[in-house]
């Protein structure tokens, strides 16, 4: 399984980015997928999710809801999360998740 996530930067407060976490190694139809976040010295969080193929659900942590949306293309087995109104608190990596699989993060930093 590999996961690589990508789209991360320096951006200032209002702003949007687009992350991306193209996938590889698995059935990319039967599992849920999601991005976490991890700043300094603060525990891993989850940001977004979106279920399996056959009802694509997604979930959103309370400090995200309209703000961040996150959707997938099965055929480029990709996963993007869309962030908008970006606030230095979403400063932070972001990395996706697959069962217990983990990619390496890509860096967003919100800052004036």
């Known amino acids: 399984v590999q996961l690589r996530a990508s789209g991360g930067g320096l951006v200032q407060p209002g702003g949007s980015l687009r992350l991306s976490c193209v996938t590889s190694?698995?059935?990319?139809?039967?599992?849920?997928i999601g991005w976490f976040r991890q700043a300094p010295g603060k525990e891993r969080e989850g940001v977004a999710c979106?279920?399996?193929?056959?009802?694509?659900?997604?979930y959103y942590t309370d400090s995200v809801k309209g703000r961040f949306s996150i959707s997938k293309d099965n055929v480029r087995r990709t996963v993007y999360l869309q962030m908008n109104n970006l606030k230095p608190e979403d400063t932070a990596d972001y990395l996706c998740?697959?069962?217990?699989?983990w990619g390496r993060g890509t860096q967003v930093t919100v800052s004036s």
């Open positions: 190694g698995f059935n990319f139809d039967y599992y849920a």
């Open positions: 998740n697959v069962d217990s699989y």
């Open positions: 979106i279920s399996s193929s056959a009802d694509d659900n997604t």
